[in-house]
């Protein structure tokens, strides 16, 4: 059983390497990914966010049952970013809680 107060850094790499994006950073719970034009800052969390000034995409990557929460605090924030949540099953599996708007 994983531990939900340990963000999902393995799992963020692995979903955006299969993704067929480039990941690089060695720090333990965030990254940048990028392919073809696109670049995002990849943040692990769970419960403690931060969202460093920039106009960088971020993907916030978070176990299901903190979702929720995590869009709260985000929606709640005013920083001029396109960011995205993605949740995290135990099992590994995921799903795009919520995307950036399409241009």
Do not use: Q
Not at 14 to 19: A, G, P, R, S, V
Not at 63 to 71: A, F, I, S
Request: proline residues 4%.
């Amino acid at each position: 059983m994983v531990s939900s107060d340990m963000p999902p850094s393995e799992e963020a790499r692995e979903i955006f390497t299969d993704l067929g994006y480039e990941v690089t950073g060695d720090a333990e719970n965030s990254f940048r990914a990028a392919r073809e034009w696109k670049e995002i800052d990849v943040l692990a969390v769970t419960d403690d966010v931060r969202t460093d000034e920039g106009d960088r995409m971020r993907c916030f990557v978070t176990w299901n049952d903190h979702v929720d929460r995590l869009e709260r605090v985000l929606a709640a924030e005013e920083h001029g970013a396109e960011w995205a949540v993605i949740g995290v099953a135990e099992d590994g599996d995921y799903e795009v809680a919520r995307a950036p708007p399409t241009a």
